[in-house]
């Protein structure tokens, strides 16, 4: 059974805190982001949840009455999106626990693009770098990972001006000539080896104590 904290933004299945797939992706974003004022990424987080709640709104047929100018150039940009594609959602905002290497994440949408299966991240980030694109290479392959299928993997930018891109995870692995999941499986690596040597230097300060 998976447990979300929303709070602490933290997976537990049948009781155990299992690592999120966001978490792992920080090894790869981390240094990036840290590199930018914390009121920004702050407000950056307020508008992707105020954004992905709407847009969740939307797909489960109860658009809003009321959207707040904060955000309404990404719900403006969504709505052209499903206006240009034939969509189907399988699951929104889906959660999951991959046992294999031990990790959990929610899932945007999983479903039919243009009659494709698909398997879609909303993002709201204006210009992503080429750090944050990579990461989204790894973040969908662990997503289809834990979905065990085979799927287009997209990520959607939404943008404040009313546009959007669909980023097509495929093409940008093979210009840049590298694979999303064996990298992201490299990054569970490293977070496990971090995560034993914490624990190990938990117990000895506790011996010395």
């Known amino acids: 059974m998976i447990e979300f904290d929303e709070k602490k933004h933290q997976y537990k299945v049948d009781g155990k805190v299992v690592p999120s797939v966001t978490e792992i992706l920080e090894h790869l974003t981390a240094p990036g982001y840290g590199k930018v004022n914390p009121s920004i990424l702050d407000e950056a987080r307020e508008r992707g949840t105020a954004v992905h709640e709407l847009t969740e709104d939307i797909d489960m047929g109860m658009p809003p009455e009321y959207i707040d100018p904060f955000v309404e150039g990404y719900i403006v940009a969504y709505m052209r999106f499903l206006a240009d594609y034939d969509v189907e959602w399988d699951y929104i905002e889906h959660p999951f626990y991959e046992p294999l290497h ?17 398997l879609l991240d909303i993002k709201t980030t204006s210009s992503p770098t080429a750090d944050q694109k990579i990461a989204v290479c790894c973040q969908t392959s662990a997503y289809a ?28 692995e093979d210009e840049r000539g590298f694979d999303g999941w064996a ?25 010395l104590d």
């Open 102 to 118: 031990g990790y959990c994440g929610t899932i945007d949408r999983v479903g039919k693009l243009d009659g494709n299966d698909c």
């Open 183 to 207: 990298l992201f499986v490299d990054l569970c690596k490293l977070h496990k080896s971090i995560g034993d040597a914490k624990k190990r230097r938990r117990i000895k300060k506790e011996d």
């Open 145 to 172: 990972a834990g979905m065990h299928g085979s799927y287009d993997r997209y990520a959607l930018y939404l943008h404040s001006d009313g546009t959007y891109d669909l980023f097509y995870c495929a093409d940008y």
